[in-house]
């Protein structure tokens, strides 16, 4: 009885990851004050991706154009911008996420195309290099990573069509190499397995970020505004609830050159944020 109150009241205050892991989130207070905490401008009211380039740059993207914004994190200013489209500008799309790879970048939309491009200086629009066809329907794509052992970016889908992965977070991985998708998921997580972590009965995952130190893999779901971290076979190894007042609309994780795990939320009718919480060695 002790045990399953202990657990009840872990769930409760969204502090359980520490307990629950064995993986990242042990390294992690995200129910505690974060270490970091960055306003915003209009223009990225509806950030949607977070990631980091090789030589420790924060770099960030909105929904709705193919633009990307290299951050000051001490000040939260777009300190240069560039998009990837043609003479007449950036691609228009719903984009919902990037992560860069050596000096490439991608782009995910919600139909699961993948755009690959290069960096630009401020204010140049770059042609795309590639433009993979998406998943279509099949899978609703909100989360991007990159997989280093088998190359390949690993997509979170945040719902799938069809009864056949009911009740699953479905995970599936595309070669850039090949420009194809692989024909099965490559990880699948229970949503039953999920709530007992996070005290959700539904995971609509907005993001994914492989972790450099542990290889797990971390997850928010933005309307839920809980967070879970799954190994490669998709066991669950902890998750809790993130702060509603602080964490409005979760969109976008990163983790940083020192470890620090950066989760980004639109405006929500307010400013939007990327929140910061340090790696406790």
């Known amino acids: 009885m002790y045990l399953m109150l202990t657990f009840l009241f872990c769930l409760a205050t969204a502090g359980c990851a520490d307990a629950q892991s064995s993986g990242a989130l ?24 977070l990631a980091y380039t090789s030589d420790g740059r924060l770099l960030a993207q909105a929904d709705e154009a193919a633009v990307v914004y290299e951050i000051d994190p001490a000040h939260g200013r777009p300190v240069k911008r560039f998009g990837v489209g043609g003479a007449s500008g950036p691609l228009l799309g719903d984009f919902e996420d990037m992560e860069v790879v050596g000096d490439r970048v991608f782009l995910v939309t919600s139909a699961g195309e993948v755009i ?9 629009t770059k042609p795309p290099v590639r433009r993979h ?53 490559r990880i699948t997580v229970a949503e039953s397995e999920l709530e007992r972590a996070t005290g959700s009965r539904r995971f609509s995952g907005s993001a994914i970020a492989r972790h450099p130190r542990t290889g797990t893999y971390l997850m928010v779901a933005g309307p839920q505004r809980v967070f879970a971290e799954i190994d490669s076979t998709g066991k669950v190894l902890g998750g809790g609830r993130l702060s509603a007042e602080r964490h409005r609309q979760p969109e976008g994780l990163a983790i940083g050159p020192d470890l620090t795990l950066f989760i980004s939320d639109e405006a929500a009718g307010k400013t939007a ?4 919480y340090a790696y406790r060695r």
């Open 133 to 185: 066809r998406g998943l279509g329907r099949t899978c609703e794509v909100e989360g991007v990573t990159w997989d280093e052992a088998s190359a390949s970016l690993l997509l979170l889908c945040k719902q799938t069509s069809g009864k056949r992965w009911n009740g699953q977070v479905v995970i599936v991985a595309f070669s850039p190499e090949t420009g194809r998708f692989e024909p099965e998921p």
């Open 273 to 276: 944020t990327i929140t910061g």
């Open 26 to 49: 042990r390294a992690y207070a995200l129910s505690g004050q974060p270490s970091q905490r960055i306003a915003l401008p209009l223009e990225l009211a509806e950030v949607s991706g």
């Open 116 to 124: 690959e491009a290069r960096e630009g200086a401020d204010g140049e």
